[in-house]
């Protein structure tokens, strides 16, 4: 198993940028698939975007594709969400996700957040106007 710790979550105006970071401990990190989520007040968990497991292939929810960048180092068990062009609309809980997967990051199941075994505490984004 895996154990997952986010940061680098805050408060930045619309338009400007953050990077958040997911720590794994553990072995085996190679084994996971990643992914991050979003939840907003009042709404569902939803994908962000998801990266393979040597970080070949990337896939992103349609509303942050050409904004967000994934990607991860498996040499210090770090995945990364690189967030640009921040909209108010991007404020919610971000969610580090991981789940022992090799398959494509294109299956439909990289989306859902029930298929994922491990997650982390989760870190605040808010985008101001």
């Known amino acids: 198993q895996v154990q997952l710790v986010e940061s680098g979550g805050g408060l930045v105006q619309a338009g400007g940028s953050l990077r958040l970071s997911c720590a794994a401990s553990?072995?085996?990190?190679?084994?996971?698939?990643m992914g991050w989520f979003r939840q907003a007040p009042g709404k569902e968990r939803e994908f962000v975007a998801a990266i393979s497991l040597g970080g070949g292939s990337t896939n992103y929810a349609d509303s942050v594709k050409g904004r967000f960048t994934i990607s991860r180092d498996n040499a210090k068990n770090t995945v990364v969400l690189q967030m640009n062009s921040l909209k108010p609309e991007d404020t919610a809980v971000y969610y580090c996700?991981?789940?022992?997967?090799?398959?494509?990051?294109?299956?439909?199941?990289?989306?859902?957040?029930?298929?994922?075994?491990?997650w982390g505490q989760g870190t605040q984004v808010t985008v101001s106007s």
């Open positions: 996700a991981a789940k022992l997967y090799s398959g494509s990051v294109y299956d439909p199941t990289t989306k859902y957040p029930q298929t994922y075994n491990h």
């Open positions: 553990g072995r085996a990190f190679s084994s996971y698939t």
